[in-house]
């Protein structure tokens, strides 16, 4: 009895593998190498490469900017409807992006919440590159920010009051002390974030469309070329596929990385100060 | 000045009140300068308070050389490096170093910035036991170099004794006695003082006898003391004060308590000998010459005049 189960777990694993892994393989088999390469060089492709390139680093670059001194404040701060706060950072995680896009577009768009404001500084944001940064950044950020909040909680309370005492001021804290020690979370939870922004689909597909050489990102363009030349789409999957390997070694070799990811469930609030 | 007293007394709720790293109410006043001032709404933060604080796990930056820690504070730290004897060391990071290397680092990066105040919360206890004393002494003559006002914290007499030139005791958020280590020792406010500076506490019931006072042990043995006192009290006799015999000697002195010996705790060239309820310290040489042995009954002899009686709280 024991011996059928232990070859059916190793049976159920092999499945497991073979499932996750065949199609990746399938996408690489399926056409010859050069001709992918080939495929990369259409015009559609190419554009597409250019506009997720661009609106990717722009959206991952505002997340960095805005969201690495949000971590800090919640992650080294107690203070009421702090559990509140880091379920509502969440909620993206668990909205279809497909939802997003509609929110976005009811938030930002000419008839949505914002949208009277924006219009009156002759703002028009969705359909435009613009929205497709917005779109990437709103599904990226959770990613980083949820990291981030780890990294930050997990930093010893007394380096932070040791800095404070040789008259650091708090931005000189936050920025020579607080970000190096946390460097190696922030980047795992940066590459991950950037992952999920370039693969980013339903969202900017709502919001920003699908124009190509505008707002035709890389995920748009693959299901914009199934019809007319499914090598390109094929390439372009395939192109994620690289990037996406790179990730992942990435978090398993670079040893900051690697520690930090074990950090990141949500530590139990617990009080900053020590006394005894 | 060194603040003793057991865990959660609020030794290290004092250094950080000091630091402005803890809310405090009252009044803070160094060298002029107002730090705090509740009546008036004043509570500078930590980083305007000239304070150099060693935290007791030291709390050196792991990313920044000894160099960097040091001059994190104020820049321009080498003559600092030299005469902590980190010179060499300036380019190795904090988890290359030994313990008191790490505690040289801590100290030479609070005083960069010159503070007003200097505070070490229990700068002895991340050491084994076999560095402590060593560092201690070098502690001492780094602080002494300092000279400036020094609050050091501690759960340990000796520690205090050897870094300080005052000591407070402090018990439950409350100062027990300020004084001079000699005077701590030589009058003890209270029982908890006493056990604390490394004294026998034995409790019991006192009467006057003639011109002495007797003290009668739960077990029923009487303890004499040339101290006045009355009804529930305790004797105070010091380890060096306590003489080992094999038999009641024929001597002045007046208490005698017979008991096994429990245990024999070599300290340097010191032995540590448990009597019944008595520590006695004696000489090593002495212990070898009595040929003492746990399990084998032996005799605490002390004097009278050495004893010393306190009321019981």
Redesign the interface.
């Known amino acids: 009895m024991r011996h059928l189960f232990a070859a059916a777990a190793v049976v159920a694993a092999a499945i497991t593998v073979s499932f996750l892994v065949l199609p990746v393989v399938a996408i690489f088999v399926h056409v010859p190498p050069g001709k992918l390469i080939d495929a990369l060089g259409s015009s559609a492709a190419r554009d597409a490469l250019v506009v997720s390139i661009k609106t990717s680093l722009i959206a991952h670059l505002a997340v960095l900017l805005v969201g690495t001194p949000a971590a800090y404040a919640i992650g080294r701060n107690r203070f009421r409807g702090r559990a509140l706060v880091l379920s509502l950072i969440e909620l993206p995680l668990v909205v279809p992006p497909v939802v997003a896009g509609i929110a976005l577009l009811v938030t930002f768009g000419r008839f949505g919440l914002l949208g009277g404001t924006l219009d009156a500084f002759g703002l028009s944001v969705s359909f435009t590159q613009a929205a497709v940064v917005i779109a990437i950044a709103f599904v990226e950020s959770p990613f980083y920010i949820r990291g981030a909040i780890a990294s930050f909680e997990g930093i010893?309370d007394?380096?932070l009051?040791?800095?404070?005492?040789?008259?650091?001021?708090p931005f000189r804290v936050f920025a020579?002390?607080a970000v190096?020690?946390a460097?190696g979370g922030l980047g795992a939870a940066s590459a991950l974030a950037l992952a999920r922004g370039l693969g980013e689909f339903g969202a900017t597909l709502l919001f920003a469309g699908s124009l190509q050489g505008v707002t035709q990102t890389l995920p748009l363009a693959i299901y914009a070329q199934f019809e007319v030349s499914f090598d390109t789409a094929l390439a372009i999957g395939a192109l994620f596929v690289v990037f996406g390997v790179t990730v992942l070694l990435a978090l398993k070799l670079i040893p900051g990385w690697t520690r930090s990811i074990s950090l990141w469930t949500f530590r139990s609030a617990s009080s900053p100060?020590?006394?005894? | 000045m060194a603040l003793v007293g057991p865990?959660?007394a609020?030794?290290?709720?004092v250094l950080?009140a000091l630091?402005?790293?803890?809310r405090a109410r009252g009044r803070i006043s160094v060298d002029g300068h107002d730090w705090l001032d509740s009546a008036r709404g004043l509570d500078l933060?930590?980083?305007?308070?000239s304070?150099?604080?060693v935290?007791?796990?030291y709390?050196?930056?792991?990313?920044l050389t000894v160099r960097k820690n040091v001059e994190?504070?104020?820049k321009g730290g080498a003559a600092l490096l030299e005469r902590f004897g980190l010179a060499t060391l300036a380019d190795a990071k904090p988890r290359e170093l030994s313990g008191g290397e790490r505690q040289r680092v801590a100290l030479a990066?609070?005083l960069?910035?010159d503070p007003a105040v200097l505070l070490l919360d229990e700068p002895l206890s991340a050491l084994d036991a076999h560095t402590r004393g060593e560092v201690r002494t070098e502690l001492q003559q780094l602080l002494r170099a300092a000279d400036r006002p020094t609050l050091v914290v501690t759960h340990d007499f000796e520690d205090a004794a050897t870094l300080a030139t005052q000591v407070g005791v402090l018990v439950q958020g409350r100062l027990r006695q300020l004084g001079t280590p000699a005077e701590l020792v030589a009058s003890p406010a209270d029982p908890f003082v006493a056990s604390l500076t490394g004294a026998n506490v034995l409790r019991g019931r006192a009467r006057r006898a003639q011109d002495l006072t007797e003290l009668e042990l739960p077990t029923g043995e009487l303890i004499r003391s040339t101290d006045p006192a009355e009804g529930d009290a305790v004797a105070i006799v010091y380890p060096w004060e306590v003489t080992l015999s094999p038999t009641p000697p024929d001597d002045s002195a007046q208490n005698h308590i017979t008991g096994v010996v429990a245990s024999l705790v070599p300290v340097g060239n010191r032995v540590r000998v448990r009597v019944g309820p008595v520590t006695a310290e004696i000489t090593a040489d002495s212990s070898e010459r009595l040929g003492l042995m746990v399990g084998e009954r032996a005799v605490a002899s002390f004097k009278a005049t050495g004893t010393r009686l306190l009321p019981q709280p």
Do not use: I
């Open positions: 010893d007394t380096l009051e040791a800095a404070r005492t040789l008259g650091a001021r020579r002390v190096p020690l460097a100060s020590t006394s005894s | 865990s959660g609020g030794k290290t709720t950080r630091a402005g790293l803890r933060p930590a980083e305007e308070r304070v150099g604080l935290f007791q796990e709390a050196l930056f792991p990313h994190f504070g104020r990066r609070a960069a910035p």
